[in-house]
């Protein structure tokens, strides 16, 4: 008779023992940095032919701006918004300045739930919970 050898699985890697709101949260976060740089390249190239006596762009990349957190439909999302410098300094007659149209100053909450709440409001949310309510459509943090 033959005899069988139980094999021993290797453990499940970490990665994959995520719950599904953190994959989406994860992929909504690297789509929004995606986008974020594909519009500050877009800002730079439309400005590259501006260049001083010496050849050197004026316009470009300069880094980031402070990470801030946004709160969206997929959770809370960790942002790092790229900066644009105009090297002419912001006195220059022609100088540019870049602000996201994704992601305008000062957004800490997307539109779509500044526009939920007042929904919410007039469903009749109001005379129960509202925080059980918000905690399951954007997460514990609401």
Request: net charge neutral.
């Amino acid at each position: 008779m033959k005899t069988t050898k139980s094999v021993a699985r290797p453990p499940e890697p970490e990665k994959w023992k995520l719950d599904l709101e953190e994959i989406v949260r994860r992929g909504a976060q690297r789509m929004l940095a995606r986008a974020l740089e594909g519009e500050v390249e877009e800002f730079v190239e439309r400005y590259g032919d501006v260049r001083d006596e010496e050849g050197c762009r004026q316009v470009l990349r300069n880094g980031f701006l402070p990470e801030r957190e946004i709160l969206t439909g997929a959770g809370v999302l960790s942002v790092k918004q790229p900066r644009v410098r105009d090297r002419r300094g912001v006195d220059h007659p022609e100088a540019v300045h870049f602000s996201s149209t994704i992601l305008p100053p000062y957004l800490r909450r997307s539109k779509n739930l500044d526009e939920l709440i007042p929904w919410l409001y007039l469903r009749g949310i109001s005379s129960a919970p509202m925080q059980v309510a918000l905690e399951a459509l954007v997460g514990p943090d609401a």
